[in-house]
Each structure stands twice: as structure tokens, then as C-alpha cells.
């Protein structure tokens, strides 16, 4: 059973950088691509983006490109950060698998609020 | 872009009645490329159908999906109280963005 967990500080100024790292636990991290998902409090769900096993990356237009991914295939890991934050960024991430085929996102992580602070 | 509309916003049913939520693009979508979600509060989203109509592994066969092009429906068949969760549809095309979700239905039991 594939599990993701996401990790990085809860709480950002500003500003500055929200850094936040997706683990996946069980098996490979190829021909899959991994997204990161946000949900502001009580509202819908925002897809931000992903990143193919191969490190191409693709990313909503909405965020206005500030959105950066990487990919670390040796750790079993993935990254999203998103720099000069506002309080509108403020939101549950998500990270997620999504299936190649049918771009469905199958198993995801429990979520972290990211919080920013003035 | 290809916008998802969700309704009813909230739908208020008692066990074991039939619940039929719907998922209108405004724009066709392929249905291999639509698929819905379950999310119970403070948990994260659970995928329940992709393809349109096929369920994930898991997914009890009270929950059904069905449609194409525009219209698409999740159907929960008999409900049950485990079911209070809001639903979301979403899609992906290879216009932009990529991946959008409907807006949610809240089912309340």
C-alpha cells in the first residue's frame, strides 16, 4: 500500500518561501506523476501541479509561476516551494499520486496547513 | 478552461435512500479522464470512481458513477450514515489548467 506524508514548517512569514516535502513509502516512484494539491479553510480543492518521474514538471496558471518542483527519486521524495507567500496562500497542501492513464489521484498524504503569517 | 459545476451544493437524505449528485462541464470532457472524491471533515480526499464509472479498489458498490461529454452523476445507491462526507468531481484536459475540481456537494445524513 503506497503512503505519502508530507513534512516542512507549518508556518511562514511573509513573503517568504513555503517549503513543504511530499515521502512516499512503497514502491517506485516511476511512471507515475506527483501533485500538489491545496484546499484554502472551508473551501474547494486547487490543483497546483506535478512533476513526472522523469522531472517534467506543469503547474496551474494561476499561481503565476511562483511555483517551484523537484524530485528526488533515490529518497522517495518530492518538493514543492512557493515563494514571496501572502495570507491568500495560507491552506492545506496535499500531496498525491496521479495515475498516468486516467490522471486520477489515487492515494494522497493527510495534508499540512501551511500558515502564513503577517 | 473548462469549468465544473457541482449541484445540489448541499443534499440533505436519510439512510438507506438513493443519493444522485451531479457533475456538469462546460465543455466536454473525456470520460476517462473524469473521476470523483470523498472527503470526510479534517480527512483527505478519498478517490471513489475513476474513468467515469469504474470504482477504486476498496470503494463499496453502493457508490456508482455514470455519464459523458457534459452531464456526469455520482450515485450513492443506498446510504449509509459513514457516507456525511462533501463530494467532488474533477477532470483533466489538455487545456488549461490541466486538473480543476467541481466546487463540492456537502451530503448530509
Known amino acids: 500500500q503506497v503512503q505519502l506524508q508530507e513534512s516542512g514548517p507549518g508556518l511562514v512569514k511573509a513573503s517568504e518561501t513555503l517549503s513543504l516535502t511530499c515521502t512516499v513509502s512503497?514502491?517506485?516512484?516511476?511512471?507515475?506523476?506527483w501533485s500538489w494539491i491545496r484546499q484554502h479553510p472551508g473551501k474547494g480543492l486547487e490543483w497546483i501541479g506535478y512533476?513526472?518521474?522523469?522531472?517534467?514538471?506543469f503547474f496551474n496558471p494561476s499561481l503565476n509561476s511562483r511555483v517551484t518542483m523537484s524530485l528526488d527519486t533515490s529518497k522517495n521524495q518530492f518538493s514543492l516551494k512557493l515563494p514571496s507567500v501572502t495570507a491568500a496562500d495560507t491552506a492545506v497542501y496535499y500531496c498525491?499520486?496521479?495515475?498516468?492513464?486516467?490522471?486520477?489521484?489515487?492515494?494522497w498524504g493527510q495534508g499540512t496547513l501551511g500558515t502564513v503569517s503577517s | 478552461e473548462i469549468v465544473l459545476t457541482q449541484s445540489p451544493g448541499t443534499l440533505s437524505l436519510s439512510p438507506g435512500e438513493r443519493a444522485s449528485l451531479s457533475c456538469r462541464a462546460s465543455?466536454?470532457?473525456?470520460?476517462?479522464?473524469l473521476a470523483w472524491y470523498q472527503q470526510k471533515p479534517g480527512q483527505a480526499p478519498r478517490l471513489l470512481i475513476y474513468?467515469?464509472?469504474s470504482r477504486a479498489t476498496g470503494i463499496p458498490d453502493r457508490f456508482s458513477g455514470s455519464g459523458s461529454g457534459t452531464d456526469f452523476t455520482l450515485t450513492i445507491s443506498s446510504l449509509q450514515p459513514e457516507d456525511v462526507a462533501t463530494y467532488y468531481c474533477?477532470?483533466?484536459?489538455?487545456?488549461?489548467?490541466?486538473?480543476?475540481f467541481g466546487q463540492g456537494t456537502r451530503l448530509e445524513i
Open positions: 474533477q477532470k483533466y484536459n489538455k487545456g488549461v489548467p490541466l486538473t480543476t
Open positions: 465543455q466536454s470532457v473525456t470520460s476517462t479522464y
Open positions: 474513468g467515469a464509472s
Open positions: 512503497s514502491g517506485s516512484m516511476s511512471t507515475y506523476y
Open positions: 512533476i513526472y518521474y522523469n522531472g517534467n514538471t
Open positions: 498525491a499520486r496521479e495515475h498516468t492513464w486516467n490522471r486520477s489521484f489515487d492515494f
